[in-house]
């Protein structure tokens, strides 16, 4: 069983930045996408982004695109969603998962973590 553990959430104001983390348990390989999503109460899990493992290549929901990045080390076998520009409305539990593609399902992503929570002040 995959273990997902994300770190670095807190509190910001608008206009901060902040990098969230995640540590995947056992080996990550090439084909597997690693993405972020973020949930608000009462709304449903939005995807944020994802990276390809292997080759490293990225996609991000509109809203998020030009502010945010991810990046992985693969010699730490970490990911990473550095988040630029932080408004008010990317406030959310951040959460990292693993699936096989850049599905914007959050049913089609095989493991979770637990999220950390983002908050931003206007």
């Known amino acids: 069983q995959v273990q997902l553990a994300e770190s670095g959430g807190g509190l910001a104001q608008a206009g901060d930045s902040l990098r969230l983390s995640c540590v995947p348990s056992?080996?990550?390989?090439?084909?597997?996408?690693m993405g972020w999503f973020r949930q608000t109460p009462g709304k449903e899990r939005e995807f944020v982004g994802g990276i390809r493992w292997g080759a490293g290549t990225t996609l991000y929901a509109d809203s998020v695109k030009g502010r945010f990045t991810i990046s992985r080390d693969k010699a730490e076998n970490m990911v990473y969603l550095q988040m630029n520009n932080l408004k008010p409305e990317d406030a959310a539990l951040y959460y990292c998962a693993r699936g096989t593609s850049y599905d914007t399902n959050p049913n089609s992503w095989s493991f979770w973590g637990q999220g950390t929570q983002v908050t931003v002040s206007s």
């Open positions: 056992g080996r990550t390989y090439s084909s597997h996408i």
